[in-house]
């Protein structure tokens, strides 16, 4: 995504985008982790830490911008109510962040996950 402005040019990359993204998904309740976007043998794989943006895709199309984000919840949690929960956060914490409106954010539930495990 570039924004031009008179003094030149500002650049932010998807993968920094999708950085922004995968925080405000870890901070939200109920969320176990991020998962590949495809489950690895069947299974979703909680990603470490550091390889948290693997569970997100940015689109940029057109100066719109879509997020997708695949993710694993505790089990027991109102699935609906945490992934819109996820879907407001991402979205503000990003546009807050660009200045910019984001166009859709997509949650994948990739697995449910007991406490602790």
Do not use: W
């Not at 998904?25 to 390889?51: I, K």
């Amino acid at each position: 995504m570039t924004e031009q402005s008179r003094l030149g040019r500002i650049e932010v990359s998807p993968q920094a985008i999708a950085g922004l993204a995968a925080t405000a998904v870890l901070e939200c309740y109920g969320v176990v982790g991020m998962a590949r976007p495809t489950p690895y043998s069947g299974f979703a794989e909680v990603l470490q830490r550091e390889h948290h943006r693997r569970g997100v895709r940015v689109n940029v199309n057109n100066e719109r911008i879509t997020i997708d984000l695949y993710v694993v919840f505790e089990y027991g949690v109102r699935i609906s109510e945490v992934a819109q929960n996820i879907m407001e956060n991402v979205k503000f914490r990003v546009e807050k962040a660009l200045g910019i409106p984001i166009d859709a954010v997509n949650v994948h539930v990739q697995g449910l996950r007991l406490s602790g495990n």
